[in-house]
T-cell receptor
Framework: KAGVTQTPRYLIKTRGQQVTLSCSPISGHRSVSWYQQTPGQGLQFLFEYFSETQRNKGNFPGRFSGRQFSNSRSEMNVSTLELGDSALYLC???????????FGDGTRLSIL | AQSVTQLDSQVPVFEEAPVELRCNYSSSVSVYLFWYVQYPNQGLQLLLKYLSGSTLVKGINGFEAEFNKSQTSFHLRKPSVHISDTAEYFCAVSDDGATNKLIFGTGTLLAVQP
């Protein structure tokens, strides 16, 4: 059974640009959550999608957005990139609520 | 708001010695507790979880944790560590039964020395 796949693994952008990250969950999983990991702030919850609906959102500015498609694949978008957006972005999928979440290896975003 | 405290940022230990990684959470309401491990350049891997039932939870790779409601703790233990256990360990809590939002601790680096 394939795990959670995140693409790309590495990304370099400059300030002011926008970026889209992709996450393919484990087959059959309907919940996809996104987290930001930085040395200073640690792991922080961005948002969760379930059956194409956002059902929880963390404390991030509106520049961070996401969506989920009918096949449960999810994308997150960050607009007007700032240096502080440099981080490892992790995606996790699960079958339902409070079920074990399975994480991908992340996308490492570097802002120059 | 819910919070998780991992008091030890780094725990050095010799190979084959026992180890305990500490985790305390803030909420007294029903919670779901998790321990994850992160190896370099990888995502998080679930070690074990507490949803309900027995307070002693066994996980993968010989790890176990005990849920203590009165002390709001969920410490992770292993009786004998290996070099390959060197990694970052994260405690996480969810008190929202309707979603999968996890609140993570700051992590503990377990450094196993030969």
């Amino acid at each position: 059974k394939a795990g959670v796949t995140q693409t790309p693994r590495y990304l370099i952008k400059t300030r002011g640009q926008q970026v889209t990250l992709s996450c393919s969950p484990i087959s059959g999983h309907r919940s996809v959550s996104w987290y930001q990991q930085t040395p200073g702030q640690g792991l922080q919850f961005l948002f969760e999608y379930f059956s194409e609906t956002q059902r929880n959102k963390g404390n991030f500015p509106g520049r961070f957005s996401g969506r989920q498609f009918s096949n449960s694949r999810s994308e997150m978008n960050v607009s007007t990139l700032e240096l502080g957006d440099s981080a490892l972005y992790l995606c996790a999928s699960s079958f339902g609520s409070n079920q074990p979440q399975h994480f991908g290896d992340g996308t490492r975003l570097s802002i120059l | 708001a819910q919070s998780v405290t991992q008091l030890d940022s780094q725990v050095p230990v010799f190979e084959e010695a026992p180890v305990e990684l500490r985790c305390n959470y803030s909420s007294s309401v029903s919670v779901y507790l998790f321990w994850y491990v992160q190896y370099p350049n990888q995502g998080l891997q679930l070690l074990l979880k507490y949803l309900s039932g027995s307070t002693l939870v066994k996980g993968i790779n010989g790890f176990e944790a005990e849920f203590n409601k009165s002390q709001t703790s969920f410490h992770l233990r292993k009786p004998s560590v290996h070099i390959s256990d060197t990694a970052e360990y994260f405690c996480a809590v969810s008190d929202d039964g309707a979603t999968n939002k996890l609140i993570f601790g700051t992590g503990t680096l377990l450094a196993v020395q030969p």
